[in-house]
């Protein structure tokens, strides 16, 4: 939303009469009023930056909202989730991402380490896989996990992106770290290992855990931590 936009909208909300100027009114001058109420509604941290962004490239892009936002995954509503579109999750800055602006594309969701024996390998290779296949519709999230062995230390935002920049991961989008098995891990992940369960149980076994989600939103398959990134290529081609 533009600085005009915004200052538009808040001169039209205080043009309208407050519930407090109606009750402090007569009846006789209430009676002479039109019937007119208005109520403007703006995201908290969209409306800030409305006013301070001087840019498009603002956090609260339209993309971010959606009314998959409003619904409610707590309480084992996951389960009746028709994709991960109906998710909603958080970005390594604390924004609010709605999954469905990725509707029409391949999707790898990955939980990453920075202290694993794995990464160094996962790094590179899910690097070459954006590079091969990002530009033909594919798109690697991966949520930082701190769950196994604490070898995750980063904390989110800055700290979390000048890790992988200096670690020379172009792994693609990046979000806040969760909780992938407990009572507390983010209802996506709940959503994911409802769909596709492991060879011994649904739990997460260790670091760099894939599931592979088709076009639709839909995961269609789940891969071993110790599973090469490349060595997914060939189904992703087949979603393609």
Not at 36 to 42: E, N, T
Not at 48 to 54: I, K, L, Y
Request: net charge positive; hydrophobic share 35%.
């Amino acid at each position: 939303m533009s600085i005009r936009q915004f200052q538009t909208i808040s001169r039209q909300a205080f043009r309208c009469y407050s519930m407090r100027s109606l009750v402090d009114l007569g009846q006789a001058q209430l009676q002479r009023l039109p019937l007119r109420f208005c109520s403007v509604l703006l995201p908290v941290s969209c409306a800030a930056s409305a006013v301070t962004a001087s840019t498009p490239t603002s956090p609260c892009s339209a993309a971010q909202y959606s009314t998959a936002a409003a619904i409610d995954m707590s309480n084992g509503d996951y389960k009746n989730a028709a994709s991960i579109y109906e998710f909603t999750v958080k970005d390594t800055h604390g924004n609010d991402v709605s999954l469905d602006k990725y509707k029409g594309q391949v999707v790898l969701v990955v939980n990453i380490a920075s202290k694993c024996g794995l990464t160094k390998n996962n790094y590179q290779k899910l690097t070459d896989l954006k590079e091969k296949y990002g530009d033909k519709g594919l798109v690697i999230l991966n949520f930082p996990c701190n769950q196994f062995g604490s070898q995750m230390p980063e904390a989110d935002g800055e700290a979390m992106v000048c890790h992988l920049r200096d670690s020379k991961a172009d792994i693609g989008e990046v979000f806040a770290k969760v909780d992938v098995n407990g009572d507390n891990a983010a209802p996506l992940y709940k959503y994911l290992k409802a769909k596709q369960t492991g060879t011994l149980g649904s739990g997460i076994k260790w670091n760099f855990t894939k599931f592979l989600v088709n076009k639709e939103g839909i995961p269609v398959n789940r891969y071993a931590p110790t599973t090469d990134p490349m060595d997914i290529a060939k189904d992703i081609e087949k979603l393609l």
